[in-house]
T-cell receptor
Framework: KAGVTQTPRYLIKTRGQQVTLSCSPI?????VSWYQQTPGQGLQFLFE???????NKGNFPGRFSGRQFSNSRSEMNVSTLELGDSALYLC?????????????FGQGTRLTVV | GESVGLHLPTLSVQEGDNSIINCAYS??????FIWYKQESGKGPQFIID?????DKRQGQRVTVLLNKTVKHLSLQIAATQPGDSAVYFC???????????FGAGTRLAVHP
């Protein structure tokens, strides 16, 4: 069974540009969450989607957005990139809709903003 | 590989010894906890979870202890191996649907 797949693995973007990251969850999983990981702030929750609906959102500016498709694949978008957006962006998928379910992570997308 | 955290607390152990990694969680309403292992250049890997109606759960070579009174979690790794070297994170579900709140992490260094 394939794990969580994130593409691309690495990205280099310039300040002011926008970027779209993709996540394919484990087959059958309908919940997808996104996290930002930096050395200074650690792992921070961005948002969670279930059945194409955003159910939960972290404390990030509106430049960070996401969506989920009917096949549960998800994308996140960051507009007007800033140097501080450089991070590892991680996607996690969960089988169930509730709060107490295992979350399985992908390898992440390493975004560097120059 | 990429650095997960440049200034994380580090636990150094000898191969074969038992390791204990501790974590204090923040939300007394949290009722589900997970330990993750993250190796350099990889995403967090699920190790073991525990629900708040339990105080101990065992897996293969790992045990998680939960003390709700003092909001404390620990991960015990028996007979630590070089392959256990990684950063370990605890996470709690105190933020709502599938929103995990992560601890800062502990780097485990296993020496032969």
């Amino acid at each position: 069974k394939a794990g969580v797949t994130q593409t691309p693995r690495y990205l280099i973007k310039t300040r002011g540009q926008q970027v779209t990251l993709s996540c394919s969850p484990i087959s059958g999983h309908r919940s997808v969450s996104w996290y930002q990981q930096t050395p200074g702030q650690g792992l921070q929750f961005l948002f969670e989607y279930f059945s194409e609906t955003q159910r939960n959102k972290g404390n990030f500016p509106g430049r960070f957005s996401g969506r989920q498709f009917s096949n549960s694949r998800s994308e996140m978008n960051v507009s007007t990139l800033e140097l501080g957006d450089s991070a590892l962006y991680l996607c996690a998928s969960s089988l169930l809709a509730g709060m107490n379910t295992e979350a399985f992570f992908g390898q992440g997308t390493r975004l560097t903003v120059v | 590989g990429e650095s997960v955290g440049l200034h994380l607390p580090t636990l150094s152990v000898q191969e074969g010894d038992n390791s204990i990694i501790n974590c204090a969680y923040s939300n007394s309403a949290s009722d589900y906890f997970i330990w993750y292992k993250q190796e350099s250049g990889k995403g967090p890997q699920f190790i073991i979870d525990i629900r708040s109606n339990m105080d101990k759960r065992q897996g293969q070579r790992v045990t998680v202890l939960l003390n709700k009174t003092v909001k404390h979690l620990s991960l015990q790794i028996a007979a630590t191996q070089p392959g256990d070297s990684a950063v370990y994170f605890c996470a709690e579900n105190g933020g709502g649907y599938n929103k995990l709140i992560f601890g800062a992490g502990t780097r485990l260094a296993v020496h032969p």
